[in-house]
């Protein structure tokens, strides 16, 4: 029996729509508590992440912040017509927010993972694949230069 192939993609989703699915604000999951993603207590967020969600990288860039972000991806499944399995992955942070004396979450990046059977879970995967998109292209949060300018700290 030959080894199961994927393909990682962009995801049909937006990171915030994505996110939002992740998070159960859209679709089928349980909604989340109300202010379930800011807060003044780094901890009181990491309460309500989905349950597989891992923590995947740091990154620091003294120019625009002291604090560290946290990077942290999670997933969902979702029919697709590209192939039989698709699991949609959520690449997410907790940053402070200067101007607001919180910590927030943030949506980053999204992806899939299609297949022709079940995967098991490639949080790992996903996440490379989507930071190696950001910090070689950029996205909608930050340039190119911005990754280049910080420290980022893969921890998967």
């Known amino acids: 029996m030959g080894k199961e192939t994927y393909r990682i993609d962009l995801s049909g989703h937006d990171e915030v729509t994505a996110f939002a699915t992740a998070f159960g604000i859209l679709g089928e999951r349980e909604r989340p508590k ?3 993603d800011e807060s003044t207590d780094f901890n009181n967020l990491e309460s309500s992440f989905p349950p597989d969600t891992i923590q995947v990288a740091t990154f620091l860039n003294k120019k625009c912040s002291t604090k560290k972000i946290y990077f942290y991806v999670c997933s969902f499944p979702e ?4 192939a039989k399995h698709q699991e949609v992955y959520s690449l997410f942070s907790v940053m402070w ?8 979450l943030i ?7 299609l297949s022709e059977q079940p995967q098991a879970p490639l949080h ?8 190696k998109k950001m910090t070689t292209k950029g996205c909608y949060l930050a340039d190119v230069d ?5 420290t980022l700290e893969i921890l998967i």
Do not use: H, I, Q
């Open 79 to 82: 029919p697709t017509g590209r």
């Open 34 to 36: 109300e202010g379930f």
């Open 97 to 104: 927010r200067r101007e607001n004396d919180l910590w927030e």
């Open 124 to 131: 790992k995967e996903a996440a490379n694949w989507m930071l």
């Open 107 to 113: 949506p980053w990046y999204s992806c899939s993972v």
């Open 146 to 150: 911005d990754f280049t300018n910080g």
